[in-house]
């Protein structure tokens, strides 16, 4: 089961009654109190056997000695993805375990991600993320970041003076596609002294393999 916990009462009845159709996949809840319990034992309640959570970052708790890292901590525990939300939150990206997006993004795309998983039977937070063309939109965002990173401030026919930067960069703009990354990566080791016409030519080719 994929679990929503929303405490935004109208956006959470919205989405559910628009999401009706994935009902037996997806469960929108909110943290229940319940006499002699604590609100941390309250979402142990709530949640058996997780696929996915997902938690507003601004969620508003009753007690006032819970707070969202406690909550976030004990989700953390459950090994499965955690997708964090909130409307504050710009662009989107996703560790080992935890994912954080913009609210709008992630109910926008998650008739995408109940429909795939539904049909594929796994999570696939790129579809969350990235929407119902996911493969592509990753594409285009990572080739904004490297042009916006390397070859806008920088002379196409200058040498590259440090190589090891770069492959940092290029390891930390592609941490979500780790296919294109590696590539990338490879053809730059290949090779000797580079320029960043020669670095432009790598990216440009391995996104066109990738899209």
Avoid at 7 to 31: A, G, Y
Wanted: a negative charge; hydrophobic letters at 35%; charged letters at 30%.
């Amino acid at each position: 089961m994929i679990y929503i916990f929303d405490d935004r009462i109208q956006r959470r009845n919205d989405n559910q009654e628009k999401l009706s159709d994935f009902s037996d996949i997806v469960k929108f809840d909110i943290v229940k109190n319940i006499p002699g319990k604590s609100e941390e034992d309250c979402v142990i309640d709530a949640v058996v056997k997780p696929e996915c959570i997902m938690f507003h970052k601004s969620y508003v708790f009753e007690d006032d000695s819970v707070n969202f890292e406690t909550i976030r901590q004990l989700f953390i525990s459950y090994e499965v993805p955690i997708v964090i939300f909130s409307g504050g939150i710009e662009g989107g990206n996703k560790g080992n375990f935890e994912i954080n997006i913009n609210a709008d993004v992630m109910y926008e795309n998650l008739p995408y991600f109940l429909k795939d998983y539904k049909e594929n039977k796994q999570i696939n937070i790129d579809v969350l993320l990235w929407g119902k063309r996911y493969k592509l939109n990753a594409i285009l965002e990572i080739q904004n970041k490297f042009a916006e990173e390397f070859f806008i401030n920088n002379n196409f026919d200058e040498n590259i003076e440090n190589i090891d930067k770069v492959k940092r960069t290029v390891r930390n703009l592609c941490r979500n596609n780790n296919v294109l990354g590696d590539a990338i990566l490879n053809e730059i080791g290949s090779k000797g002294q580079l320029t960043w016409g020669d670095l432009l030519s790598i990216v440009e080719n391995n996104i066109k393999k990738n899209k």
